[in-house]
């Protein structure tokens, strides 16, 4: 097992690096943030296995970062309290914690939950109301995008279009054809709303991961294609 790569956002840092010291002893990578805000940061950005989180944070407090990666993210979380306070670990687990743990604290036990929340962390096979293409992932049942892992925050009009491209991924698709199917036939606007919104999505995927997904077929519409 380990080689398992593990966040610990912790403000107190004697506390931090013994937990890292042990960490790295049982084979885990590690690294290290010293306030909340730094420590949400790397969390969404650095594709960890597990997060170990300080209830008591400056710049952003522990149940504020908890709250702000659920909106993008599962990965597991253990929450470090400073007491025993039974708010605490209720409010955690309610926002998506997967453990707690009050300080102080065997080292010992805390090993044994990590060990614990890896191995329930949920495989990445696709369940049926999911499609996937590539390193793109599109939930069907919470309307959720994500690539790489990584949420794409899109509105209702954005998602609606990216799904219709996908679910007719490899078909040349007319502008009218895509505005009567993601607009409705009632719309009167212009078609210029199809190329509008496929700009949206391009910005938000296709040129933010420097992947080409969505084609322009000149003087006709666009297709998805994932090559
Ligand atoms: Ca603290």
Wanted: net charge negative; aromatic share 8%; proline share 3%.
């Amino acid at each position: 097992m380990a080689g398992e790569k593990i966040l610990i956002i912790e403000d107190e840092v004697k506390i931090a690096r013994f937990i890292e010291l042990e960490l790295q002893h049982e084979g885990y990578f590690t690294e290290q943030a010293n306030d909340g805000r730094a420590g949400l940061e790397m969390a969404v950005n650095g594709n960890y296995d597990l997060i170990i989180l300080d209830v008591m944070l400056p710049s952003l407090n522990g149940m504020e970062v908890l709250r702000r990666l659920r909106q993008s993210l599962e990965t597991p979380v253990i929450m470090l309290t400073a007491k025993d306070e039974i708010t605490d670990k209720v409010m955690g687990l309610d926002l998506g914690a997967d453990d707690y743990m009050t300080k102080p604290f065997a080292i010992e036990e805390l090993l044994a939950r990590i060990r614990t929340a890896l191995k329930r962390k949920r495989p990445l096979s696709p369940s049926p109301n999911q499609i996937v293409i590539g390193c793109l992932k599109i939930d069907l049942d919470k309307h959720s995008v994500v690539y790489n892992d990584q949420y794409i925050d899109l509105t209702k009009t954005e998602y609606d279009l990216l799904k219709y491209l996908v679910e007719n991924r490899n078909i040349v698709l007319t502008r009218d054809k895509i505005e009567e199917m993601v607009w409705g036939f009632d719309y009167h606007g212009d078609t210029n709303i199809v190329d509008v919104y496929i700009r949206y999505l391009r910005s938000k995927i296709d040129d933010k991961y420097g992947v080409k997904l969505i084609h322009t077929v000149r003087g006709v519409g666009y297709t998805f294609k994932h090559e």
